[in-house]
């Protein structure tokens, strides 16, 4: 079974379009801007991390932590040569150990889509699951439920919509506290985890 979803079948492809590009390209702005809404040195997981350029460039370049997970060989070994310094592990997020920690942030930029409804819900449990009280959660799916095929990979791709993801999300604890668009039109879901509520004080 492929857990690339189709990925390391076009990895040459792939990373001859997008994978040597530093802090350029669709959706670095937007990510950039992100980044810079945590603290310096907060550590964050970069899900379906790729070549690990042009994104997650962004984080180490906001002097952020940043870890990557892909389940693409091809992918993890060039993210190895572009981001030496930075942990990488070939993992699929579905059954990924996340580096056995928590996090202050997790970005999935072109992943969620790519999974099955069921794997996506179960997915946004497992970040809630990771993420430190107060955390954040940044990733792109559309915001229509839709179905279509991968451009590059040719493979089904779906959308459960904003709805569903916003209800999935809250009942996991995740709000989320803004939606937007980049100019390549990609639906960015900007989410937190509530902090635990505290008793009042008798």
Not at 79 to 93: K, Q
Request: hydrophobic share 40%; aromatic share 10%; charged share 20%.
């Amino acid at each position: 079974m492929d857990r690339s979803n189709g990925y390391e079948g076009i990895a040459p492809e792939f990373l001859a379009r997008r994978g040597s590009g530093r802090s350029t390209g669709i959706g670095v702005n937007q990510v950039r801007k992100w980044a810079r809404t945590l603290p310096p040195g907060a550590a964050v997981i970069d899900l379906g991390c790729g070549p690990g350029f042009p994104i997650t460039e962004v984080l180490v370049a906001e002097s952020l932590s940043a870890f990557g997970v892909d389940a693409a060989p091809s992918f993890v070994q060039a993210f190895e040569r572009n981001l030496p310094n930075t942990p990488v592990v070939c993992e699929a997020v579905q059954d990924s150990r996340f580096f056995d920690r928590t996090f202050d942030g997790v970005l999935a930029w072109g992943l969620m889509f790519l999974l099955s409804p069921e794997d996506q819900r179960r997915l946004i449990e497992r970040i809630a699951g990771i993420l430190a009280p107060g955390g954040r959660l940044l990733f792109t799916s559309p915001a229509e439920p839709i179905v279509w095929n991968d451009a590059m990979t040719g493979l089904e791709s779906r959308s459960l919509g904003a709805g569903e993801y916003r209800r999935h999300m809250s009942a996991v604890g995740l709000s989320v506290a803004s939606e937007y668009e980049d100019e390549g039109q990609n639906h960015y879901f900007d989410a937190f985890k509530d902090a635990p509520s505290l008793a009042n004080p008798r």
